[in-house]
Structure formats: C-alpha cells, structure tokens
C-alpha cells in the first residue's frame, strides 16, 4: 500500500488475493486518495457477489483468472482512453477535428494564398523559386484524401 503511495500511477492492476494485505482494503484506501485513478481487478474469485463487490467498491472492471490477455487489454485500452481525455467527441487541431467516436476526420476549409504559404513555410519565402512548395501540397493531397486540398487558380 505504500508504494501505492509514493507512486505516480496511471492504472492499478489490483489481485484481491495478495499475500500482504487485503486487495479490496487496499482498494478503499487508494481511492480516498485518488478518487479517479484507474482500478481492474483480477481475481480467481468468480462468484457473483465478489465481482458485485469489487465493483461496488469502485473498480472500473472485474475479471477472473484465468483469463485470455486480450480480455484484459480492451478494458486497459478503454480506460487510457478515458484518462488522457480521448473519450470526448472531438479532438481539434488547427482546421483538422477527429471524431473519436467514428474515428472520422473532418477538415474546415480556409483559403490559404500561395504567397502566404511561401512566406510561412518555406525557407526564404517568396525568393525560394524551387517547387518545393508544390511538391509538399502534392504529398498532402495524396496523404489525406482527394479532394480535401484544393487549388483556386490565381488564388492559392
């Protein structure tokens, strides 16, 4: 419990049947000190009012040993999620969101001019008479979809 403590965690793997302590004390005493630190418990008890227990007690899931791996991996990845804030709808950068749900990226669309992008991305702006430039847009439009990065003819 100690270690617990003195620890930063991110998730606690919590076997009831510890040979030092009580795993479900030790859960109670975790969580008056870090309500929101993520708990599954494994535990070769399978009867119905232990995982009613565990769960009551607040642990975000119960599984009995033996168990596949992947059993366990889908609950660990559910609640990484949910710690590091992927649980939302979305998740939004520059002109970019991800709809964590649907895993669906939308983009907004905003005129961008050629010279800007000349003077903000490339080195030495609009004296860089390389193709640079559109070799980089012809990467983008290949890397994100057809049809997402347009060009407007004297534009940008």
């Given at each position: 419990?100690?270690?617990?403590?003195a620890?930063?965690?991110?998730l606690?793997?919590?076997?009831?049947?510890?040979?030092?302590?009580?795993?479900?004390?030790?859960?109670a005493?975790?969580?008056?000190q870090?309500?929101s630190?993520?708990?599954?418990?494994l535990?070769?008890?399978?009867?119905?009012?232990e995982?009613?227990?565990?769960?009551d007690a607040d642990?975000?899931?119960?599984?009995?040993?033996?168990?596949?791996?992947a059993?366990?991996l889908?609950?660990?990845?559910?609640?990484?999620?949910?710690?590091?804030g992927?649980?939302?709808?979305?998740?939004?950068a520059?002109?970019?969101?991800?709809?964590?749900?649907?895993?669906?990226?939308?983009?907004r669309?905003?005129?961008?001019?050629?010279?800007?992008l000349?003077e903000?991305?490339?080195?030495?702006?609009q004296?860089?008479?390389?193709?640079?430039?559109?070799?980089?847009?012809?990467?983008?439009?290949?890397?994100?979809?057809?049809?997402?990065?347009?060009?407007?003819?004297?534009?940008?």
């Open positions: 419990m100690h270690q617990l403590d620890s930063v965690c991110e606690v793997l919590l076997d009831l049947g510890l040979p030092d302590g009580n795993g479900m004390r030790i859960l005493h975790v969580r008056r870090a309500s630190l993520p708990f599954i418990i535990s070769a008890r399978d009867t119905l009012e995982h009613l227990s565990g769960l642990a975000d899931d119960y599984l009995v040993k033996p168990f596949a791996l059993k366990l889908s609950p660990v990845r559910a609640l990484a999620r949910r710690s590091y992927f649980d939302g709808e979305l998740l939004e520059c002109s970019l969101a991800l709809h964590v749900q649907t895993r669906r990226v939308t983009v669309y905003r005129l961008v001019t050629r010279r800007l000349e903000e991305v490339l080195p030495g702006g004296e860089n008479a390389s193709n640079a430039l559109d070799v980089h847009m012809g990467n983008l439009r290949r890397t994100i979809s057809k049809g997402y990065v347009r060009t407007v003819r004297g534009i940008g």
